[in-house]
């Protein structure tokens, strides 16, 4: 890719093709996750509004982008672990523990209560995976004496969220994967418009970098993208993510052809009232194993070559 600094200032263009209330409710969507992860990383509504024109004039709906984006946004968020995360974790062993030791689980919890606190301060987590859980759990008991106490067949426990998977933390603040994975998903969505086996012209390459850079908020250097592309290279499964955005977006979209097109700023509408139903677990291809695999790869592999 050319070395390319962006910039926020971007030139006036078209901006029919984008509705101004459906991008306002994304970005709106966008600044409440990042802030549930401590992400104070602000995106420029003109700049990203740009670069989706810009991948549409290349093959890639403006609405597909702005899909993949919501979903890179909500699913791709690392937690740093707090303190008082630590109940939460608590609360789940004790939930495991109920159905066998009844009112003794608490006693056991407590003794773990110690190493786990110390445990969990070198520890991250996706973030959709500690939030919007379900909080309470069924704890199956066998009736006591039948026919007297049929109905007698377990009882609710509070359970709160848990934590899997576990990420060992590094110094510093979580890492915001988000842009990236974006950036990477788009790239081959734009190669998938050409047919198997072609390659990005560099004027397609600088389109793809300036798209992560107004996502992050700041000009990214050409070899920092290419650093982090290369982590994901060989990643199956991500292949696999780039599909399913495609075909979860073309389904959506689709439902709603009476109301609006794919080309019609309406798309962000018909986005915005299946997250709004379903919740964003049954919006966008979210996979725990292949999510984690991603974040696994961003996170853990070491450095390669700037050269």
Not at 85 to 90: C, E, T
Not at 117 to 144: G, H, N, S, Y
Not at 148 to 176: C, E, F, M, S
Not at 267 to 278: D, I, N, S, T
């Amino acid at each position: 890719m050319p070395r390319r600094k962006g910039s926020p200032n971007s030139p006036e263009g078209p901006r029919d093709r984008v509705d101004r209330d459906g991008l306002d409710w994304a970005l709106t969507k966008i600044r409440e996750w990042r802030s549930r992860v401590k992400n104070r990383i602000g995106i420029n509504e003109e700049w990203i509004t740009t670069q989706m024109l810009r991948l549409g004039e290349r093959g890639v709906q403006e609405s597909l982008v702005g899909f993949v984006i919501l979903g890179c946004e909500w699913m791709f968020r690392l937690r740093t672990l707090r303190p008082s995360d630590a109940k939460i974790v608590l609360a789940r062993i004790e939930s495991r523990l109920l159905p066998v030791l009844h009112g003794d689980a608490w006693l056991v919890t407590e003794a773990l209560a110690p190493p786990i606190r110390k445990l969990m301060k070198i520890q991250r987590v996706l973030a959709p995976e500690w939030e919007d859980m379900a909080r309470e759990v069924f704890v199956a008991t066998t009736p006591k004496s039948p026919p007297a106490q049929l109905y007698d067949v377990g009882y609710l426990a509070r359970l709160r969220t848990r934590p899997d998977p576990l990420i060992r933390a590094r110094r510093g603040p979580a890492p915001k994967l988000a842009p990236w994975i974006a950036g990477v998903i788009v790239e081959r969505l734009v190669a998938k418009q050409r047919g198997k086996g072609y390659q990005l012209t560099l004027e397609e390459q600088e389109c793809v970098l300036e798209f992560v850079s107004a996502l992050c908020g700041r000009a990214i250097d050409t070899h920092e993208y290419i650093a982090r592309r290369r982590r994901l290279v060989g990643i199956q499964e991500l292949d696999t993510l780039v599909q399913r955005f495609k075909s979860s977006h073309d389904l959506f979209v689709s439902w709603g052809t009476q109301t609006t097109r794919q080309d019609h700023p309406d798309w962000f509408r018909v986005v915005r009232a299946r997250l709004e139903r379903f919740g964003a677990r049954d919006t966008f291809p979210y996979d725990l194993e292949t999510i984690s695999k991603l974040v696994d790869a961003c996170v853990t592999s070491p450095p390669r070559d700037r050269g």
